[in-house]
């Protein structure tokens, strides 16, 4: 199966920090999107992207957080300043005809 | 907002048991996918399965799109088998994210 990696695996950050994650997703995927799982909850939708733009976002999704492809292949999501409850699992995922692909996820803990 | 429940919530089995999982969802889908999340916390793609019935293995799912419900089967459990099953639902007529259910925590003993 195609893969969508994710770096770091893991981030630790202290609180008011800006921390910035990263995706590689497959060559020809046109929709990224970025989730969040708090620990032992389920995966909640922050954002897609689609054509260079926001398509739809969350309402988790406020203006500490922000997304761009800067190079055309990478995609990234940044949170400017981070908080304590900003520590979950981020999952990027990619899609092409209905069907989304996980990326491996950043675990981020901030202190 | 679409909501989507799975059951049971935990599920504990002896290795070589069958099982089954089930998510419901309340209304139209566009899409829906099952997904294994492994005890590192990896999201792994099993099914894409908006209607009809697949089979990959000791696995298989079944949705059953007018009547809302989506069913993943697992035969002969394997220890491997453990970690959380979630089914993910695209809604249809707009939005293009999933709507993610609970999860089936299942736990597979030797």
């Known amino acids: 199966e195609p893969e969508v990696t994710q770096t770091p695996s893991h981030q630790v950050t202290q609180m008011g920090q800006e921390v910035i994650l990263r995706c590689v997703p497959i060559?020809?995927?046109?929709?990224f999107y970025w989730y969040r799982q708090i620990l032992g909850q389920k995966v909640e939708f922050l954002v897609s992207f689609y054509n260079n733009e926001i398509s739809e976002k969350s309402e988790i999704f406020d203006d500490q957080f922000s997304v761009e492809r800067p190079d055309g292949s990478n995609f990234t999501l940044k949170i400017r300043s981070t908080k304590l409850e900003d520590s979950a699992m981020y999952f990027c995922?990619?899609?092409?005809?209905?069907?989304?692909?996980f990326g491996a996820g950043t675990r981020l803990s901030v202190l | 907002g679409i909501q989507v429940e799975q059951s049971p919530p935990d599920l504990i089995l002896q290795e070589g048991a069958n099982s089954t999982l089930r998510c419901n969802f309340s209304?139209?889908?566009?899409?829906l996918q099952w997904f294994h999340q492994n005890p590192w916390g990896q999201l792994i793609n099993l099914f894409y399965i908006p209607s009809g019935t697949k089979q990959n293995g000791r696995l298989s799912a079944t949705t059953v799109a007018t009547e809302r419900y989506s069913l993943l089967y697992i035969s002969s459990s394997q220890t491997t088998d453990s970690g959380v099953y979630f089914c993910?639902?695209?809604?249809?007529?707009?939005?293009?994210?999933?709507?993610f259910g609970p999860g089936t925590r299942l736990s597979v003993l030797p």
């Open positions: 060559s020809n995927h046109l929709y």
């Open positions: 209304d139209s889908v566009n899409n």
């Open positions: 995922a990619t899609g092409v005809k209905n069907i989304q692909y």
């Open positions: 993910a639902v695209e809604r249809d007529l707009g939005g293009q994210n999933f709507v």
